[in-house]
């Protein structure tokens, strides 16, 4: 089974702070596609920043290259930054939550898609410690993952500022996770959204955390990128951390990405750690990611190639492992034999 463990669904806020926000995110991406581009923001409004992300869009579009489960991670709810209500709202109306559109229903929202999606969807829950307190953050959890059936928890400290080793908001929350036994993935990086302090999105802040909780199972996503070597060595360096390749692999061509699975084990961190996923609807497309992704034995030059059991896991098992749900080895390779050429197509179309 090939999973893409980073998802976005439904939309991550309300209007007009949410177009804001999405206007901020995608501007690197777009003036980093373009040398000449003036790195202007675009509107605020959703038909210039597309509506929000419908369930079945998103699983049409990860069937059509192979990926048969996507995790898709709700948005912790926020409403003192300057980029207004922040939090999954479903806007759309598709999942049957009853009631006016409210950010406190984030997990709600979540629930209820993976409810109707039970063999497509796996859903993370979001809290947020700062929105109404550490304790309220802890039950919001709790209720999250025993009353609705949640898998696990997305953080997100440096858009709701807090620091991620924050004795007082950010451990807590930790622990309660550590009693629920859930996997925890945390947003880590930098981020073009400007009311975001940077600081907090250095991955090396979750050392202390893995430190605390050893038995936490814990996912730096993005690579923590620019801060990747730093990321690197902290997974490396403790028996429960895993990355996600999300975003970051947006920036990467086939040989960059070859050079990332080099470097991570010069520095330590073994293959069995990183997982596959795409940030949808956010960068490049499922199918060119998956694609660069899965071949990138193919520029490896008579150096050292990926194993096919490696691969596998990256596409799949070592998130499957981290989030404690069933996946088989060799029924993932025979996937991956099966859309090599589909995969082909889409790196050489013509
Ligand atoms: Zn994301």
Redesign the pocket.
Known sequence: MIIDC?N?VLAGGLLPGHGLFRSEMTLHHREGSALDSDGEAVGTDEDTLGGPTDPDKLIADHRAVGIALSTV?AVAPSDYTKYGQRGTVDTGRVTGVDGPLSIDLANDYMAALVRRYPDDLVGMAAVNPRYKGVEAAREELRRAIEDLGLRGLKLYPMYDHYSPDDPELALPVFERAVELDIPVMV?MGSTPVRDAPLRMGWPVLLDEVARTFPDLRLLV??TGFPWVDECLVMVGRHENLYLDV??FNSLLDQRATYDFLVRAKQLGCSLSKVCFGT?YP?FDPPGPLLARFALVNDVSSGQKTVPRNLMAGMLGGNWARFAGIDWNEDETLDEIDDWEPRWRQIMDPQ
């Open positions: 980073h976005h991670l947003h996503c993005h999300s975003h940030d956010g």
